[in-house]
């Protein structure tokens, strides 16, 4: 059965970065896409960003497009979300994501996900 582990995430001013990392067991990592995803409270759960298996094929939401940095290390079966410029609206609750798909942004094309982890920016 397929796992991701994330780590990473926590509190942050207004400005800074943070560095989100997922772990991949229990799959071949190496034919999955990996997406970013996030949700704030009483929102639904929305598209960040995602890569395909190769790390060619990558698509940003327009919201952090340009602050934001996916990436994927298939060696070590992780995926990464960098963040620089983090605002409060970017606060929420970030999960991870794996996909057969190309480089999917849809919640229902993702078949693993991970355990979610807290991003909280202060103004």
């Known amino acids: 059965q397929g796992q991701l582990v994330q780590s990473g995430g926590g509190l942050v001013q207004s400005g800074g970065s943070l560095r989100l990392s997922c772990t991949a067991s229990?799959?071949?990592?190496?034919?999955?896409?990996m997406g970013w995803f996030r949700q704030a409270p009483g929102k639904d759960r929305e598209f960040v960003a995602t890569?395909?298996?190769?790390?060619?094929?990558?698509y940003y939401a327009d919201s952090v497009k340009g602050r934001f940095t996916i990436s994927r290390d298939n060696a070590k079966r992780s995926a990464y979300l960098e963040m620089n410029s983090l605002k409060p609206e970017d606060t929420a609750v970030y999960y991870c994501?794996?996909?057969?798909?190309?480089?999917?942004?849809?919640?229902?094309?993702?078949?693993?996900w991970g355990q979610g982890t807290q991003v909280t920016v202060s103004s």
């Open positions: 994501g794996a996909t057969y798909l190309i480089a999917g942004r849809l919640v229902d094309e993702y078949e693993f």
């Open positions: 229990g799959f071949d990592f190496t034919t999955y896409a």
């Open positions: 890569l395909d298996w190769s790390g060619n094929t990558i």
